[in-house]
């Protein structure tokens, strides 16, 4: 693939996962209530897995938050130093959210059971494609540099502006 098509595929992975962190972060954040009692919007997954906690909610709802706002900076300015550890980071909350789930299907039918699992595998597939397509040279990785060692104007321009 093209370093301008690796790009966007990035991209693409950043924005999907800022959107899906923020659909589980805003509703858990500011009705921590009616996502235990109702997410994911259509069926109810949460209230099976245990009594509600709003301190517990809220503090997942902030977490995935956090995770959206880097996740929609790092789909602005993909950069390598930003994006390699951002993906690895929530990697690791991803995969062990998954084996939880695995662990934890009792109570679900078939149908939620699949889609839900299918939903979580989503957000260990997502970073692993942003960091796989993360181009390793050219501008958007900051390999472009001047004689003094700090990245390029054209780097820069590149990916949407200066810091």
């Given amino acids: 693939m093209s370093a301008l098509r690796d790009l966007r595929l990035v991209r693409t992975a950043l924005a999907?996962?800022?959107i899906s962190t923020?659909?589980?972060?805003?509703?858990?954040?500011?009705?921590?209530?009616?996502?235990y009692d109702g997410?994911?919007?259509?069926?109810?997954w949460i209230d099976k897995l245990g009594p509600f906690n709003e301190h517990l909610v809220t503090d997942t709802g902030g977490l995935f938050l956090a995770f959206a706002l880097l996740f929609a900076w790092a789909a602005y300015r993909p950069h390598p130093a930003l994006v390699r550890p951002l993906c690895?980071?929530?990697?690791?909350?991803?995969?062990?959210?998954?084996?939880?789930?695995?662990?934890?299907?009792?109570?679900?039918?078939?149908?939620d059971a699949v889609a839900e699992l299918l939903s979580l595998a989503l957000l260990l597939v997502l970073p692993a494609i942003a960091a796989w397509a993360l181009p390793t040279g050219g501008p958007a990785s900051g390999a472009s540099r001047t004689p003094g060692g700090s990245p390029s104007?054209?780097?820069?321009?590149?990916?949407?502006?200066g810091s």
Avoid at 22 to 35: E, K, S, Y
Avoid at 39 to 44: A, C, G, L
Avoid at 88 to 111: K, T
Avoid at 153 to 161: C, E, M, N
Wanted: net charge negative.
């Fill in 88 to 111: 690895a980071a929530f990697s690791v909350s991803a995969v062990l959210h998954f084996a939880f789930h695995v662990r934890n299907l009792d109570g679900f039918g078939v149908g």
């Fill in 22 to 35: 923020a659909a589980v972060g805003i509703p858990a954040t500011l009705a921590p209530r009616g996502f």
């Fill in 153 to 161: 104007a054209a780097a820069d321009a590149h990916d949407g502006g």
């Fill in 39 to 44: 997410f994911p919007f259509v069926t109810s």
């Fill in 16 to 18: 999907m996962l800022a």
